[in-house]
């Protein structure tokens, strides 16, 4: 009677222990996945269970009432102090006196998967690269000088396993201090960069630490930076903010920053502090909103195309602007944050950046791949991340292989008769009925289609101002499928489309979609040279994927994965009626949202996740567009808008004109397009 | 035919090779020792050799004229450029023709023997943490997209064997600009901070760097700061210099610069500021005058007491200041010198200190230990270093303690009654003569002896002003020698003497030396206080060697060495009549000048050293006197002057008179010292 059965579930590990174990060293001695901060000493709440009573027939156990001892003085004053569930106990203070089953619920589990609901529904499992620790270290004695920090390490090492510790100049200053103030116990944040690496003190506090432990995950756009602030502990996302990126004063888009460091000396320097500032001021009013002290945030994962990424790290981008796209580093790079002037965090806070796959993919398609994972999967996966650049990813467990594709700004708005940001105001769906001809749209900010009922009221506050990357992918491929274009790209006459909102313009066509200037707004309409823009830019993005497909030697995908903010926003629908990506089932074309943005996070909650994309992106076979002559085949040949009418039974039931096909000559309109070609090869 | 003998010498290793081997590659193969920082590539000249003709019978070859290649182009190129000796060759130029005898010269050796003429005559051997290195860099290739760092540090592996490049982002900034301006031929300053730890790119020029490699070797004293610039090719000392402690405004001594830290809110923080300051600015002007650039000096060895360690580094030295006297941290440490404020120097140059042996005795003894290197002796070792405390090592192969005494200020000069720091002026040798009892005594800044004739005149520029450290205690060994101090430390009158000189002095007497009150000057005296002060300081020096002594159950020691500024002032005579230290053969005590400076040399040369005084340290037995109760009783039992007849013939020879014993109810003065010393202890 000197022992007792002790289960717990979920896992089912079972164990016989000595009358008066606590739980916690149960859980312990059986590997049950069972969270402390504090090492058992009843302050940090982490290691949370619910006993449970009476029968469990199918485990052979009768759990009395009393199986566990009597609720403690630890326990009630943590009740008091911070509230405890009823039902639960402190595994540290709660000891077995009987046959009994222990249930160890999701949040007290330190390796707890955070379910996804991301593209591939891939679990995360919890495991940051900084953790905090409780430790009760061994007072100075004369007798054995050893300085407070190996001592500190000394007892690390007893009470948690870790090793080796080290620390710099900045944190020893604290040392000697939190150890005396705390009465020789002390809450520390240690921090493994790497699996094998030595373990470094971060921040030691007095006592135990009640301020959390948090990271930022931030994908640095070249528009925009988003970033998640997330609890280390948990992987939850406590608080959301974005920011404009202010470089866009510099230029626009990437190549022009490029250009403003190539003409400008210290215009490198000028966009690298400008990112840096506004990453901080982010962070900052981030924390601040949230209520979080800057010294709980220990970590930030950050991803960026490389052009950003070397102007992030203070390294003239220049090698980048030009061939053959040398990167000064494509690995994984590790920085403490305040060397890079990131100071509203805690003072040790550590940089992690994804490593670059090449020099025109970058560490968000680092980050991408983390979270679409195709080296996970049996279906072979196109991943398209659509920007001023696309970088495309095509694999399966196989192989996974890599390559970016220039095309241009047009998917963005960009160089489009009527094309803006994705801002309120801008068209970002839009219809045309086949029989009539007439559009019919939505712009943002406003949930009403333009035909319905009130929506000029409820538009009334922006009004429509433009056309936005999503909105003239949509209308390309609307005015496509409803005979308003032809296979070359050409727009029809008002007498061969029969709508005369086909008006001339100039030698060639251009399709009205709405005319505002009534009442001194803008005419929207799409171009033909908007339709030649589009052309080229998904031209691009469909030869690049075909490369890929080449060197894999396949003719089909299983699967297409659209990432990034702008695929978040494109209809799968339409995206294959304008031949951006090779066909596949339309139901098998999926929206990844910010893959990019779940790649970091998932870097910033796992350092096991960071050593598989590091060996991952060494693994990637990189394919250089540029100089790969099938690519301007492909290229080519992508040109036309293929599917009027398309294999897919839903767009069948679309498109039901047959497929015109426009002679230029009819109007002597330029519908080849080369010398626009010309210019942007 | 096809190959030949190639015996190199003093190494005397020999091997055959195909004609045409250059000499280098044999050397290489042979494992002979010949230095190269640029691979081969006739640029840097390192590998110079002097081929012999002739016949060599002992080994059985006859070289022709013609047994290496003619001289080149480049060596040529190298002559005319910076110039070559007579009969020297560029290993990596000449090539093995027929059967050949090369010397390569000391010079040429890349792990050449350093011959030191300090205490134990240990050479050192070249083995410098930072290392340059030539390297030629693969182009990028758009088919390959590693980074510039990745191709950097593939081409580093491959021509030096060197893998695991690491390189923060500092150095990452001027990667590709150097690579590209370099025509992918670059130096590379390459740091290992440990023997097993990854190497860490700390700086990158373009092409052949010409400037050098340099470290600073930094004896931080409480009172002096002494530097000395080392060439990390070959350890020669290329330039050194001294400067004030500016700390003295806060402090004279340790333990009032502690005082003031924890009186003054941000003191400890001045007078962190303060010492790095004054090492910058030493640094600084010591490089300009020497003429070498600030960037070709990247490493420091820093070796100091615990209380300057901890301020220099920023950590407030409160602890230090009582017991248990808990050091921050024990162990080396390893900083980029940036971090610290030293901004003099290259901006990646590293820091290392020694470790601490305990909370009295720092990193300066530890330096003294890897000096004088108890632990590689048979013969048993008293090390002492006399300061404000005295640091005492006693060891040899098998075991080696520490310990560290208060012996308080006396011995520097302090609460003497005319004591005054060594400077031009300060009495610093002492005589007195055993008949007449007359002093004759010599200046600091004159070399005459003031019954000299002319001495007048010489010292008339500073004059008689006062008695430094290693004067009073010749002064009161002299006086215990010439009968005028009895073995309890009284000064007789002048009755019990015979000289008018031991005038009285309130209840008391004091000897006087020199009277230079007729000419507005001081009357220079030993007075019974000075006595008693002395007697503290000697005793607290004798008990913390005996104590060690005790602890490894010996009697006598073989060799006592004195080390540290002072100990290189200390007539090994006069410390063995006074007691100082214990009985040895007066011809085996031995000044080891600033071994402390040597110590930090050594560690700044080799990293082996590093290594092995670390260990060292851990094994380092230490005695805590503050808590020994024998401290205590040889403390008391130290108190006598022993020797006024000493078991040493050459004093024998010098001491003639009868041993007087004073009683010192003869003229009422307090010969106890009682009063006094309870203040002290």
Redesign the interface.
Known sequence: MGDALVIFMPSGKRGRFAIGTPVLDAARRLGVDLDSVCGGRGICSRCQVTPAHGEFSKHGVTVREDALSEWNAVEERYRQKRGLAEGRRLGCQARVMGDVVIDVPPESQLHRQVVRKAATQRDMVMDPATRLYLVDVA????????????RLAQSLQEQWKISGLR????V??K???ALRKGAWRVTLAVHRPQPEAAPELLDIWPGFYEGGLYGLAVDLGSTTIAAHLCDLRDGQVVASAGAMNPQIRFGEDLMSRVSYAMMNPGGAAEMTQAVRIALDTLARDMLAEAGIEPRAVLEAVVVCNPVMHHLF????P??LGQ?????????A?R?PLR??DITGLNPAARLYMLP????HVGADAAAVVLSAAPERQEDLVLIVDVGTNAEIILGNRERVLACSSPTGPAFEGAQISAGQRAAPGAIERLEIDPATKEPRFRIIGCDLWSDEPGFAAASAATGVTGICGSGIIEAVAEMRMAGLVDASGLIGSAAQTGTPRCEPDGRTHAYLIHDASAAGGPRIRVTQSDIRAIQLAKSALYAGARLLMDELGVERVDKVVLAGAFGAHISPKHALVLGMIPDAALERVLSAGNAAGTGARIALCSLAARTHIEALVRRIH?V?T??EPRFQEHFVAANALPHASAPYPELARIVTLPAPRFNPRDNGGDGTGRRRRGRAG
């Not at 620390?167 to 900045?170: M, Q, R």
């Not at 790290?313 to 003239?316: W, Y």
């Not at 670059?356 to 020099?359: L, N, S, V």
């Open positions: 007072e100075p004695d004369m007798h054995e000088p050893a300085g407070d920090l190996q620390a710099d100049i900045e020893l200053k040392l000697q201090p790290l203070g390294i003239d220049v090698e061939a053959p796209f040398a990167l000064a580093t494509s690995e790079v920085a060397s890079l670059c796959i090449a020099g990189k250089e540029a100089i």
